[in-house]
Structures are given as structure tokens and as C-alpha cells.
């Protein structure tokens, strides 16, 4: 895809977040072995697993970013940040799902998202099991980015009640435990809950109502930063424990039942 392939300020930004995101999906695909992927070291607790390729992806985003700007910053989950003097830094997730990634659940994504200060404004987002791919500018709406791009926005929620809600656990066990315990509160409260194992795809299934809702504490920048542009440009609410949403809290759903939803989650103490 071109450099100018997508229209408006932020056009050109995604439209490199989209080139370097497919190649590093390529290089993803390319180099999971059969069977089991092995683990390469652990970083925050003994379940938290990284591969020799979440590193190649990274090192490969890192290396396109900079050959096409080259005074740009970089935010990324498997290596060194990078002040950039431009004003725009890159935040990517070179495998987002690694646990999937390792086992071969079909649940694995690249992540990259440019931001100028704390402001998110171009994102992409692409399962590397099955090709799907999503991408938002600040503005510019939310696309399908497989196939000819598509705009799509958030479908009419239903009642609460009848909420299909997407979670995860980050790796702490005493976090772990916390988590459990408001799950335990919400699920009773709503239809169900799935446990899809990407945040970055959770947040891309909220924005098209493949999910209709969404609550995670312990979110890394990287898991949040492309997701988060989509869901809000396909007309999602995001919510933090006060106003924007950060690692202590994400919630999401759509705008008419974001206030309702928000009150529930708050109250089973997420
Ligand atoms: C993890 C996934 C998972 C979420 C965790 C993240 P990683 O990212 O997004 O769904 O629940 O909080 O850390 O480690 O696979 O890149």
C-alpha cells in the first residue's frame, strides 16, 4: 500500500504502520515452526513468555520505522525505548497473544500505533492466524484493512444484561487473583465472558461488535495504543479509573451503554 493510500493528516503515518505491520506479519507467520513454539526467556513472572520471534518482529518494525523515519521515537514490548526528536513516537506490540503465538491458538496480532504527545493518531492492528486486519487515523474512522478497506462503526449495543464481555489477566498472580475475583462478580451480570488472549484484538472486536464490551487492568502502552484508536473511532467510549483509560483500568462499550456498563464494572471492583 502507498504512503498516500490513506487520506487525511494522519494518512501517511498509517499508511506505514500498515506496510511495516504486514511484513512483520509475514515474518510472524513465516517463522512459527509446528507444534509448539519454545520459549526464549520469561520477563515479568514465570509466565510471562517472550520467542526469539516476538524479538525478529520487533527488531524488524524497529528497523523500517527508522529507515522511513528516522527522527521518529520507539515505544516497543521487546526492546529499548527510543527518544525520537520529531514529536511522533511509535508503540508496537510485535506479538500481542504471545501465549496463543506459542500454543497455536488462532489468537495472535502485530500491533503499531504512532502518537504525537499522549495522543494516539494512526493505528493498525492484524491477526497473523487468519489475516484480519483493522486500522484508524485520529478523525479518519475506523477500517477493515483486509481486502478493499471497508468503514465500519460500533453496532447498537444490547442491554446489559445480554453484555458479551472481553477480558484478560496479566501475569502477576496476586493481579491475577484480583482479576478473578471481579470477573467472578460481573459474570453472573451479563451473558458471558470471553478470554481472547490479545488485548489488541479484544479492543478490535469491541470497536466491531464481535464483542460489546470490554474491562482489563495491567494494560502495557503497547497492548492499548492501536486497539484503543479503533475501538474510539468506530465510536466506542473508553474509560480509566478517572476519565482516559491507562494501565490501571481500560473499560470500553459502546456510547449507549458505556455509562451503565462503566457503573457495573466499577462496582465489581475492577
Ligand atoms: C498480553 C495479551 C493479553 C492481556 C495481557 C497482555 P502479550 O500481551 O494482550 O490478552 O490479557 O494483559 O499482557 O504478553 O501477549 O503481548
Known amino acids: 500500500m502507498s504512503a498516500d493510500a490513506f487520506a487525511g493528516q494522519h494518512g501517511e503515518l498509517l499508511s506505514l504502520a500498515v506496510d511495516v505491520g504486514r511484513e512483520a506479519a509475514e515474518l510472524v507467520r513465516r517463522r512459527r515452526p509446528e507444534g509448539r513454539v519454545p520459549v526464549a526467556d520469561v520477563k515479568s513472572s514465570a509466565t510471562d513468555p517472550v520467542t526469539e520471534i516476538d524479538r525478529a518482529s520487533e527488531e524488524l518494525i524497529r528497523r523500517l520505522v527508522a529507515e522511513a523515519r528516522p527522527d521518529d521515537g520507539f515505544l516497543g514490548e521487546e526492546g529499548d525505548t527510543l527518544v525520537g526528536t520529531s514529536g511522533v513516537e511509535w508503540v508496537v506490540d510485535p506479538i500481542d497473544g504471545t501465549v496463543n503465538f506459542m500454543y497455536g491458538v488462532p489468537a495472535y496480532a502485530v500491533s503499531i500505533a504512532a502518537r504525537t504527545g499522549d495522543q494516539v493518531v494512526a493505528g493498525f492492528v492484524v491477526n497473523v492466524a487468519d489475516g484480519r486486519a483493522w486500522g484508524a ?40 487473583a484480583a482479576q478473578g475475583a471481579s470477573v467472578t462478580q460481573l459474570l453472573p451480570q451479563v451473558r458471558d465472558i470471553r478470554r481472547i488472549g490479545a488485548a489488541a484484538l479484544d479492543l478490535c472486536a469491541l470497536a466491531e461488535g464481535t464483542v460489546d464490551a470490554y474491562v482489563e487492568r495491567g494494560l502495557q502502552p503497547w497492548d492499548l495504543a492501536a486497539g484503543g484508536l479503533i475501538a474510539t473511532e468506530a465510536g466506542c467510549v473508553l474509560s480509566g479509573l478517572e476519565g482516559a483509560p491507562d494501565r490501571r483500568l481500560v473499560m470500553g462499550a459502546h456510547p449507549e451503554i458505556a455509562p451503565e456498563y462503566f457503573e457495573l464494572v466499577r462496582a465489581c471492583g475492577f
Not at 475506523?142 to 453496532?155: C, K, M, Q, S
Request: zero cysteines; aromatic letters at 10%.
Open 137 to 176: 487515523t485520529l478523525g479518519g474512522g475506523a477500517y477493515r484493512l483486509d481486502g478493499e478497506p471497508r468503514r465500519f462503526v460500533t453496532p447498537t449495543p444490547p442491554p446489559l444484561t445480554h453484555l458479551l464481555v472481553a477480558t484478560g489477566f496479566g501475569y502477576d498472580p496476586e493481579v491475577r
